[in-house]
């Protein structure tokens, strides 16, 4: 991958929001009497804070500005929220699933930007399970062109400069990107005029993961493996967790008097559901979900103690394989907008397994989770993978259903599953090293 960390400019780069900020400020200037700045003129403001671009057309005095600044956004909201630029959603996507870390630097005040997005930060609320941190107008006391907002995201990124790409669609980002010392991309879909000196220039969002991600345009052919992907399953295969998962699920059930038809084994039916899927099962009502899934998350806490190992080998397993020219991939049911458990299962994508992950699939990527086949489907599609030299490795009778549906042979994790006499499996590894040897064309080394 040739960037680890993508950096969004919001307004011209993720919102198509430029035409809707100038015209708002056009009726303000001429409500002023101001009929010299035109609509072109005004593109020269393009990525500067607002505050900056009122005082540089005349608006000196603290209550002059305010009143100019109240009107700009009440007639912006007016007009209603502006768009997400088509395709711009998928990329932010696929990015996050391939691993990228993501970030938003805007010249918009914070405050303005929350009513204009409709999430609960910056971003649009489309975007925002995507983006780990966000600089706005006034988190520094310098906006751009100044590298200070970018600077400061890489600090919260913990994010090197070479390893970092900031995307644009001003001069003032150009500058703003050099001058922090990272590479910067032009997104020419919202571009308004000229810039010049950006290090790549997209013509679509979908550029942007051809280059970061570096997308393999066809499927390769390993000698040495029967594969040439193997995707994992996430909790049970990789990671012993589901003792921590399932045991806060029953203990959640005693908490709102649902265990009369439940035992401590029964609830492992839904090992490899997504929780809002078990909770509707379970009959918690649509309005309480998601505070379910937050004292969920608090139990698994507390049970886990901070804490959710990997299986032994399974990391050195992935790491002979991929060291080996084999692709690997995630599908898990897990939302990745979730926080869901601290330590290394606790962040977005584990930080161990990074290094090695072409593409990992959440739950949220898909309409359907699993056992439908989608996830799988979404793998294949985007890294044009071949099903019949693709393996799924998974522990529950979900994954078993939707590696059938998808058409790809299936591995039971015999190291974490619970269910093995009860799942079709091409293989029943009882360990990460037997799985190797069983996929090897040859012993492996």
Known sequence: MRFDFVIFDLDGTIYDSLPVAMS?????????????????????????????????????????????????LRYVLEQGSAQVFPGMLDAVGELFARGVR??????????????????????????????????????????????????????????????????????????????????????????????????YEFKTPSDIVALVAGVQERPRQNPEFLYDDVVFDLDGTLYDSLSYCMGALWELLGRHGMRANETPESVMRFAGMPLSRTLAILGISPEKVEETENEWCSLVRELS???????????????????????????????????????????????????????????????????????????????????????????????????????????????????PGEVRARFRPSSPEELIRMISVRKPD
């Open 102 to 199: 993501i970030g938003i630097v805007t010249s918009r005040d914070r405050k303005i930007a929350h009513l204009l997005g409709g999430g609960s930060g910056v971003c649009p609320k489309e975007i925002e399970p995507y983006v780990e941190t966000s600089v706005a107008s006034g988190d520094t006391e310098k906006g751009k062109p100044s590298p200070d907002p970018i600077l400061l995201a890489l600090e919260r990124l913990g994010a090197g400069k070479e390893r970092t790409l900031y995307i644009g669609d001003a001069p003032t980002d150009l500058a703003a990107a050099h001058a922090a010392g990272v590479r910067f991309g032009l997104a020419s879909w919202g571009a308004a005029g000229e810039v010049s000196g950006a290090d």
């Open 305 to 419: 103690q901070g804490r959710s190992r990997m299986f032994e080998g399974t990391l050195d397993a992935v790491k002979y394989l991929h060291g080996k020219g084999v692709r690997i991939g995630l599908a898990t049911s897990r939302d990745w907008s979730w926080e869901v458990l601290v330590g290394p299962v606790g962040i977005r994508f584990p930080e161990e397994l990074r290094p090695y992950v072409s593409l990992a699939v959440s739950a949220d990527l898909t309409e359907r989770p699993k056992p439908s086949p989608d996830p799988l489907l979404y793998y294949l599609r985007k890294n044009n993978a071949d099903p019949k030299r693709t393996l799924y490795v998974g522990d529950a009778a979900t994954d078993g259903e939707a590696s059938e549906k998808a058409g790809i042979d299936f591995a039971l994790a015999g190291w974490g599953s619970r269910e």
């Open 24 to 72: 708002a400020l056009l009726r303000v200037l001429r409500e002023d009497g101001n009929d010299t700045v035109g609509m072109s003129d005004l593109q020269a403001w393009a990525g500067v804070p607002g505050h900056v671009t009122l005082s540089e057309l005349g608006y000196k005095t603290p209550e002059r500005m305010k009143g100019a600044a109240d009107r700009w």
